[in-house]
């Protein structure tokens, strides 16, 4: 603002003990909202991690079990979508394992009866078409 009179100097000044506890009272409340900012992160990434642990916790102790032999574990599904396409493969490779024990099994049952059955129908034959009796059965 300009003065009226020439050469007439005014000096408005403020005492810097108010500019001090003004700066110390502004760091202060940034400060706490960072601690504060910092504490309700904290608290999120636990809370997620709950999220995520726990049903990939349950995803690992039903594979542990298939591995283990027990093929009637029924994975559990999730909200996550990564954990419930894992799911979804366990419980894929879990029927396929049990069909091909399945299978398995059935082709070891058809070869046992054969080879069960093979003293009873064995022939031998020598170099010269003729009847040789096997050396167990005489």
């Given at each position: 603002?300009?003065?009226?009179?020439?050469?007439?100097?005014?000096?408005?000044?403020?005492?810097?003990?108010?500019?001090?506890?003004?700066?110390?009272?502004?760091?202060?409340?940034?400060?706490?909202?960072?601690?504060?900012?910092?504490?309700?992160?904290?608290?999120?990434?636990?809370?997620?991690?709950?999220?995520?642990?726990?049903?990939?916790?349950?995803?690992a102790a039903q594979?542990?079990?298939?591995?283990?032999?027990?093929?009637?574990?029924?994975?559990?599904?999730?909200?996550?979508?990564?954990?419930?396409?894992?799911?979804?493969?366990?419980?894929?490779?879990?029927?396929?394992?049990g069909g091909r024990?399945?299978?398995?099994?059935?082709?070891?049952?058809?070869?046992?009866?054969?080879?069960?059955a093979l003293p009873?129908?064995?022939?031998?034959?020598?170099?010269?078409?003729?009847?040789?009796?096997?050396?167990?059965?005489?």
């Open positions: 603002v300009a003065l009226p009179f020439p050469g007439l100097v005014v000096r408005v000044s403020t005492p810097t003990s108010v500019i001090e506890d003004r700066l110390a009272d502004t760091r202060r409340v940034i400060a706490i909202a960072g601690v504060t900012v910092a504490a309700l992160a904290i608290g999120l990434l636990i809370l997620t991690s709950r999220r995520l642990a726990r049903p990939l916790e349950r995803l594979a542990k079990a298939v591995a283990s032999g027990d093929l009637m574990v029924e994975p559990e599904r999730s909200s996550v979508t990564e954990l419930d396409e894992m799911a979804v493969a366990l419980s894929s490779i879990i029927r396929d394992l024990i399945e299978e398995a099994e059935r082709a070891s049952s058809a070869l046992e009866a054969v080879l069960s009873q129908a064995t022939l031998l034959f020598d170099g010269d078409d003729d009847f040789d009796v096997p050396s167990f059965l005489k």
